[in-house]
């Protein structure tokens, strides 16, 4: 009652996606952004972001700086300052992102705003049947419809590491298969090189996990053959796998791959 412009949402609780999906379901305004329960951000945190919003409305997407805790230290992790305004670009960025620094700072969602717009007309949402990485995989499904990107140098969100967070416990078996079908239906919007390797040995490494720590001994043979179409129609070009990997196999033999799925089980 304090605050009109602030909405409080009472549901069951069904995680983290379910806790966003609802959000966003009601979100209103040009720009969404989140922020975890346990985070914090900086004073001057919506007011630095409305100012280059203003100054550069035509930005879809803009990632900014930020402080991790941890129990006993305290760590920036500084982006460069660099706007993008064609496809080319913004994919160039991303890779960067994602790929090519020491830390993966694509996927979270809080180190970000997101146009409004773009969520709306295409309906993104966060996968419920996902426990780890599904900002991620929301960012990917993001970002393969923007046009232009920005990034800032200013350290405006404070995230806490938590050693009994969803982060450091990983993923689930059951998040290996909709983890990769969701990066698959992504990965044909994406036309740079180490971006597409990457998803690829992603979406590969996913499903044969899924084999691995999923499938029962009576489905092995039929995900094995899903997974063999999935090489066929992604090859694993340009990034090396290591030897005992699912698709090593594949290229002796079918039945080497399978009997390689079974002993894992065992």
Not at 237 to 253: A, D, E, M, N, V
Request: some cysteine; aromatic content about 14%; charged content about 25%.
């Amino acid at each position: 009652d304090r605050y009109d412009d602030i909405i409080f949402i009472h549901k069951e609780n069904g995680g983290v996606s379910s806790a966003s999906n609802a959000g966003l379901d009601i979100a209103q305004g040009d720009y969404i952004c989140f922020i975890d329960s346990d985070d914090w951000v900086e004073p001057t945190y919506l007011q630095t972001l409305r100012s280059y919003i203003k100054n550069e409305d035509s930005i879809d997407i803009l990632f900014f700086s930020m402080f991790l805790y941890s129990s006993d230290k305290k760590e920036i992790i500084s982006l460069s300052n660099s706007i993008c305004k064609n496809r080319q670009a913004v994919e160039n960025e991303i890779y960067t992102l994602r790929y090519a620094g020491e830390r993966d700072i694509f996927g979270w969602t809080w180190d970000k705003i997101f146009k409004a717009d773009i969520i709306r007309k295409w309906h993104i949402r966060f996968l419920e049947d996902v426990g780890f990485r599904e900002d991620e995989l929301f960012t990917f499904e993001f970002c393969r419809h923007i046009m232009s990107l920005q990034t800032i140098d200013l350290p405006l969100y404070n995230y806490r590491i938590s050693n009994s967070g969803l982060t450091i416990k990983g993923m689930r078996p059951t998040d290996y298969l909709p983890s990769s079908i969701s990066l698959e239906n992504t990965l044909s919007y994406f036309r740079h090189k180490g971006i597409r390797v990457n998803m690829i040995h992603s979406i590969t490494s996913y499903r044969a996990l899924h084999i691995y720590k999923q499938c029962s001994i009576s489905q092995i043979k039929s995900a094995l053959e899903e997974y063999r179409q999935l090489t066929i129609r992604h090859p694993q070009s340009g990034k090396k796998c290591p030897i005992q990997h699912l698709t090593q196999y594949l290229k002796i033999g079918f039945p080497f791959a399978y009997l390689y799925c079974l002993l894992r089980k065992f």
